[in-house]
Nanobody, 122 residues
Framework: QVQLVESGGGLVQAGGSLRLSCAASGRTFSSFHMGWFRQAPGKEREFVAF???????RYADNVKGRFTISRENAKNTVYLQMNTLKQEDTAVYYC????????????????WGQGTRVTVSS
């Protein structure tokens, strides 16, 4: 089992920045690939960013160049640095863990955090 706890959400003005953290406990964090997803009100959960266990990354097109996923295996933590935030980035953000292959499908992930809310105001 892996337990994931997100933090760092909040209210920020458009153009601002936030850094989300996801702390993992349980099984060996470094062996898992980590993803960030988000879900806006009335919308489906969508892929945001992915980090392979070795550190390579992938991003959704609508956040590429603005968001950065990183991980510190020694601290069992994955981060999502979000810059130049837009109102359309408003959502609950979730981190998730999986083994195996890269996927943008939330159903492919084995473990989930409870989410942290990000609100971007105009």
């Amino acid at each position: 089992q892996v337990q994931l706890v997100e933090s760092g959400g909040g209210l920020v003005q458009a153009g601002g920045s936030l850094r989300l953290s996801c702390a993992a406990s349980g099984r060996t964090f470094s062996s898992f690939h980590m993803g960030w997803f988000r879900q806006a009100p009335g919308k489906e959960r969508e892929f945001v960013a992915f980090s392979w266990s070795g550190g390579n990354t992938r991003y959704a097109d609508n956040v590429k160049g603005r968001f950065t996923i990183s991980r510190e295996n020694a601290k069992n933590t994955v981060y999502l640095q979000m810059n130049t935030l837009k109102q359309e980035d408003t959502a609950v953000y979730y981190c998730a863990a999986k083994g195996g292959l890269f996927s943008i499908r939330s159903s492919q992930y084995d473990y989930w955090g409870q989410g942290t809310r990000v609100t971007v105001s105009s």
